[in-house]
């Protein structure tokens, strides 16, 4: 069992910048892959970034390709999402989770464990 818990949203302006920080429980969080959603108001939840579990492999979803970056730390059992140059259509609730496999899926269904989720407000 893994649980996990967000931190690090908040509100901010366009073109500034947030670090989110998801912080697993259970000592097998290093085998796993762990991702990044978010859904906004009215629309289907979408797929952000993820990182396999050493670390040397990511994907990210296009619309945030070259402005996010994952990252993990397995001694901490903490993965992390920096979020540079934020825009309004970034706003969303953002979810952590995590997939008891070694390889990176885009799918949500393909993830065992979620957090809560933090909001993130993008102001223009």
């Known amino acids: 069992q893994v649980q996990l818990v967000e931190s690090g949203g908040g509100s901010v302006q366009a073109g500034g910048s947030l670090r989110l920080s998801c912080v697993a429980s259970?000592?097998?969080?290093?085998?796993?892959?762990m991702g990044w959603f978010r859904q906004a108001p009215g629309k289907e939840r979408e797929f952000v970034a993820a990182?396999?579990?050493?670390?040397?492999?990511?994907y990210y979803a296009d619309s945030v390709k070259d402005r996010f970056t994952i990252s993990r730390d397995n001694a901490k059992n903490t993965v992390y999402l920096q979020m540079n140059s934020l825009k309004s259509e970034d706003t969303a609730v953002y979810s952590c989770?995590?997939?008891?496999?070694?390889?990176?899926?885009?799918?949500?269904?393909?993830?065992?464990?979620w957090g809560q989720g933090t909001q993130v407000t993008v102001s223009s």
């Open positions: 989770a995590a997939r008891n496999d070694i390889s990176i899926s885009t799918m949500g269904a393909d993830y065992d464990y």
């Open positions: 990182i396999n579990w050493s670390g040397y492999s990511t």
């Open positions: 259970g000592r097998t969080f290093s085998r796993h892959v």
